[in-house]
């Protein structure tokens, strides 16, 4: 089946540490997303790619960083710059008006 | 700056009750307007896209409509289930540039048997 699958499910990271969430998707899709969800707040963009070797920031992107060097992978980096990640990251990616998002990663900052 | 309300940020109901959901939005200027349901610790699953041109759109037990000019729009879930129990998020596309998202913060929708 097609769709998009977010790695790790869980993730814990120290205080300084970069991690890395996974998004892969095998829909063919050109665009993808990462947002982040915070308890009581809406969806924020963090970055976009509209095509491979291309992305652009979003409402949020200070601390994070992403590449797009295959078509079906977007990896977003949590680097020790975010002051606060503890959140639920979602991946989505979109062609026309269909946009399609997987399961979520929730990184917590001990 | 387009800002989405949803309002009740919460709503509890027994089994059965038609409710409405509400989203209303800052900049009238969008390009069409999507309603999606989040189960707890998932991704969200769209449910209905309304472009800015259509009033409602249909599917099931689920009727959404929107009023451009008023910057409303509403999810109305018939005859509720408890398997309708999730967050429903309500999502705004600007009719230009980058086809951005803004969302709603969401109403959590408790449905008891």
């Known amino acids: 089946d097609g769709g998009i699958t977010q790695s790790p499910k869980y993730l814990f990271r120290k205080e300084g540490q970069n991690v890395t969430l996974s998004c892969e998707q095998n829909l063919n899709h050109d665009a993808m997303y990462w947002y982040r969800q915070d308890p009581g707040q809406g969806l924020r963009l963090i970055y976009y790619?509209?095509?491979?070797?291309?992305?652009q920031k979003g409402d949020i992107a200070e601390g994070y960083s992403v590449s797009r060097e295959k078509k079906e992978s977007f990896p977003l980096t949590v680097t020790s710059a975010q002051k606060n990640p503890t959140a639920f990251y979602l991946c989505?990616?979109?062609?026309?008006?269909?946009?399609?998002f997987g399961a979520g990663s929730r990184l917590t900052v001990l | 700056k387009q800002e989405v309300t949803q309002i009740p940020a919460a709503l509890s109901v027994p089994e059965g009750e038609n409710l409405v959901l509400n989203c209303s939005f800052t900049d009238s200027a969008i390009y069409n307007l999507q309603w999606f349901r989040q189960d707890p610790g998932k991704g969200l699953t769209s449910l209905l896209l309304i472009q800015s041109s259509q009033r409602e759109q249909t599917s099931g037990r689920l009727n959404a409509s929107l009023d451009k000019s008023s910057g409303r729009s509403t999810l109305y879930i018939a005859a509720s289930q408890p398997g309708d129990s999730a967050t429903y998020l309500c999502a705004v596309r600007a009719d230009t540039g980058f086809q951005k998202l803004v969302f709603g913060t969401g109403t959590r929708l408790l449905v008891s048997p």
């Open positions: 790619s509209q095509i491979v070797n291309d992305f």
């Open positions: 989505a990616s979109r062609q026309g008006n269909v946009l399609t």
